[in-house]
């Protein structure tokens, strides 16, 4: 999707990095409680909506919710 839409910014966090120790850090400092976790922001930065696993349709309406 972001590769499709200019106005999408894609960010990664890479829990596969380092130990597990490290990687359950870094969820729990991102607030990830599984994996796929996707967080959908707007321009100003306020978080539209999550989605946990593979609701790609919940992930495209918060996309369109963020950029209007």
Not at 38 to 61: A, C, F
Request: proline residues 0%.
């Amino acid at each position: 999707m972001a590769a499709a839409d200019a106005e999408i910014a894609l960010r990664k966090i890479d829990l596969t990095g380092g130990s597990r120790e490290e990687g359950e850090a870094e969820a729990v400092k991102y607030n990830i409680m599984a994996l796929l976790h996707v967080k959908v922001y707007n321009r100003s930065g306020s978080l539209v909506g999550t989605v946990t696993g593979t609701d790609v349709e919940k992930v495209k309406s918060y996309v369109a919710q963020a950029k209007s």
